[in-house]
Nanobody
């Protein structure tokens, strides 16, 4: 059973950077595409970024395009989300999920518990 654990969240100021990690255990992460999603208080969980199994393809939500970059190191069974030029509206709990390469939550079968990112103005 694939298990995912996110890390790297924290409290930062607007304009700062963070790198989130999504570490997998129990199975080989390279068999799965990975999506990043986020959920702010009172809001639905929304798509942020996705990366294909070998990392050849990525796509991003318009709100983060040009600021966030997804990458993966399959040798380490880990996927990353580099977040630059953070804005207060990026504040949310960030989740990684493994499944089929898609921007839809329904296409991901395995989810981490999330990591909090808070961006102060």
């Amino acid at each position: 059973q694939l298990q995912l654990v996110e890390s790297g969240g924290g409290l930062v100021q607007a304009g700062d950077s963070l790198r989130l990690s999504c570490a997998a255990s129990g199975a080989t992460l390279s068999n799965y595409a990975v999506g990043w999603f986020r959920q702010a208080p009172g809001a639905e969980r929304e798509f942020v970024a996705r990366i294909s199994t070998l990392g050849a393809s990525t796509s991003y939500a318009d709100s983060v395009k040009g600021r966030f970059t997804a990458s993966r190191d399959n040798a380490k069974n880990t996927v990353y989300l580099q977040m630059n030029s953070l804005k207060p509206e990026d504040t949310a709990v960030y989740y990684c999920a493994a499944g089929t390469y898609s921007s839809s939550r329904n296409m991901y079968n395995y989810w981490g518990r999330g990591t909090q990112v808070t961006v102060s103005s």
